[in-house]
C-alpha cells in the first residue's frame, strides 16, 4: 500500500497537530507568534515522541464554518512553513470543513495528504454541508499533485451523511478509478470512540479494493492494540495531549510503544 511506501511502516500513526485559533477567527488570541511557538513545540513532541506522520489542522477554528476566511488561510500558511524547517516525517493538511481549501493548501506548501469530508451530504449542527468527490480529485490534479492523498472521512465526526447508499455501495463508488487515498472511520465526536463493528465493516470492504482504512478518532494507549488488528493506521490527537492541551511527550512514546506492539 502507498502508506508503507510513505510512512516507512505498516500501521501508520498520524498525529494531529492543532494549531491554537488563528487571526480572523473569533478565539484568535491577538499573537500569531505565540500560536507558531506552541506549534513548533508540539510538533517536536510528537516527532521525538516517535509518530510516523503530522496532520495539521486549524482545529480551534470555533464555531466551524465552511466558508474559511482569506485571512485565516493565509496564517495557516504562514503558520506551516514556518514549521517545515523541522519537519521531518511526511505531513498533511486539513482546513477544517473545507475539503477545497485542505487540497490547495496542501499543494500549495509541499503536502503528502489531507484528510476532509471529501465526498458526500452531510448534516448537523452546522447545518447543510455537499462535497463532490469528482472535483476534489479534479482539484488536485488541475494543482499538479495527483500525488496527494485524499484521507476520506467515511463518517464525518458530528455529522450525518444523508442518503440511502449502503456500506459497500459507498466504498464502490469512492473506489471507481483508484482515486481514493484512504477512508477514515470516526466516532460521534472528536476524542469519541468509533465503532469497532463499523471500523470491521469498512476494512473488510475497503480491503478487497486496496484501500487502507484509519481510524479517525477516540484512539486510545488501551484501544490502540485492538483497533490496529482491524484498522491499517489510526488518526490520534487527544489521547497525545496533556490538561493544558499541548502535546506531551511522554504520552506520545507511551502510545507508540503500545502502537509498536
Known amino acids: 500500500m502507498w502508506t508503507k511506501d510513505l510512512f516507512g511502516t505498516d500501521k501508520p500513526i498520524i498525529a494531529l497537530l492543532h494549531l491554537d485559533p488563528l487571526p480572523g477567527e473569533p478565539g484568535f488570541k491577538g499573537s500569531l507568534d505565540e500560536v ?13 515522541g516517535g509518530v510516523d506522520g503530522v496532520l495539521i489542522a486549524n482545529e480551534y477554528c470555533f464555531p466551524i464554518t465552511p466558508h474559511t476566511g482569506t485571512v485565516t488561510l493565509m496564517a495557516m500558511a504562514a503558520v506551516i512553513g514556518s514549521l517545515k524547517k523541522d519537519l521531518r516525517i511526511p505531513f498533511g493538511t486539513n482546513v477544517v470543513y473545507n475539503p477545497e481549501e485542505t487540497i490547495k493548501m496542501g499543494a500549495a506548501l509541499g503536502a503528502s495528504f489531507g484528510r ?4 458526500g451530504t452531510f448534516t448537523g449542527s452546522y447545518g447543510l454541508h455537499s462535497v463532490n468527490f469528482g472535483d476534489m480529485v479534479r482539484l488536485k490534479y488541475s494543482l499538479g499533485r495527483p500525488d496527494y492523498q485524499l484521507l476520506i472521512k467515511f463518517n ?4 450525518s451523511r444523508l442518503g440511502s447508499q449502503t456500506t459497500e455501495e459507498l466504498v464502490n463508488d469512492f473506489a471507481n478509478g483508484g482515486y481514493a487515498g484512504a477512508f477514515c472511520v470516526s466516532g460521534p465526536g472528536a476524542g469519541k470512540e468509533a465503532s469497532m463493528g463499523f471500523l470491521e465493516e469498512v476494512a473488510a470492504l475497503a480491503k478487497k479494493k486496496n484501500i487502507p482504512v484509519f481510524c479517525n478518532t477516540g484512539c486510545r494507549h488501551d484501544t490502540i492494540e485492538a483497533i490496529l488488528k482491524i484498522a491499517d493506521g489510526a488518526c490520534v490527537g487527544t489521547a ?4 493544558d492541551g499541548r502535546v506531551d511527550i511522554e504520552k506520545v512514546k507511551s502510545f507508540m510503544a503500545n502502537a509498536r506492539k
Open 36 to 48: 507558531m511557538a506552541h506549534a513548533a513545540a508540539d510538533l517536536a513532541a510528537l516527532q521525538d
Open 116 to 119: 476532509s469530508a471529501f465526498g
Open 156 to 159: 464525518p465526526e458530528g455529522d
Open 240 to 243: 497525545l495531549k496533556g490538561p
